[in-house]
């Protein structure tokens, strides 16, 4: 138990994760492509996040053609070594592409797949994790667009979680040509939004938020074009929220919870312990 009385579960590993904020220009400004998970799922059922998921061992090991920032940059900019920085680029690749149909590669380093349709039943494959997205790149003859991502933020499950991640954020732009879709196991809906829209449904109840989507849907009403988000270079600190308990109902505290916690009818905060 914590000292708020939250029970913690013991040892409960910490998986290495990677989740892309993929953005395009909308008719209304910048919009944001979003999946309600199905409920029921393991981690986060019902929620309404960005693409991404858990790094698998493979892409450690993956040996693919590269375009763009290396893997000492990215380490250097999430704190990690070089392998773990190849994992991570790597997953956010094959999680946007798994989960959305977004291919984040090209035949050369200065270009990308203008339709992925023709790849659809690797992306099956990926999914049900009988190639790894090395194999699938190096067969394919493609190369890995690094320079399409850019670092975000670094959350990490709070303690007291039954998973736990430490989950690293990218935004990358949606490439030209290509369509961002749901035709994955784990989305029952998919939608692009703007960042204030997703943040109104979220008020009204009609989507959960957890407080790293939230932080990161609020954080983007402060930019005005795609391109003010592809200069900007923000502080990329670890943040780990902590829970505890308030009238019975398990809550997180997070640089920023004043805004998360003002509509206190919001579902996933009165989550029972």
Known sequence: MTSTGVSVPEQVPVR???TVILVRDGALGIEVFL?????????????TVFPGGGVDLSDA????AWSGPGPAWWGERFGVDERKATALVCAAARETFEECGVLLAGPTPDSTVADTSCFAEDRGKLERREQTFGQFLTRNGLVLRADLLRPWS???????EKRRYDTRFFVAVLPDGQEADGATSEAASV???SSTAAL???RRGETILLPPTWSQLSGLEG???IADI???SPDIAPIQPDLYRVDGKIRVDFPGQDGYYADSAHPWSGRKP
């Open 223 to 225: 930019f005005d074009s």
């Open 16 to 18: 290495d994760a990677s």
């Open 61 to 64: 090991d993956a040996d693919v």
């Open 230 to 232: 592809l200069d900007a």
């Open 191 to 193: 939608g692009w939004r």
């Open 154 to 160: 670094n959350w990490i499950t709070p303690i007291g």
């Open 35 to 47: 999946l309600e998970r199905v409920g029921g799922m393991a981690f986060a059922g019902g929620m």
């Open 200 to 202: 109104a449904d979220w």
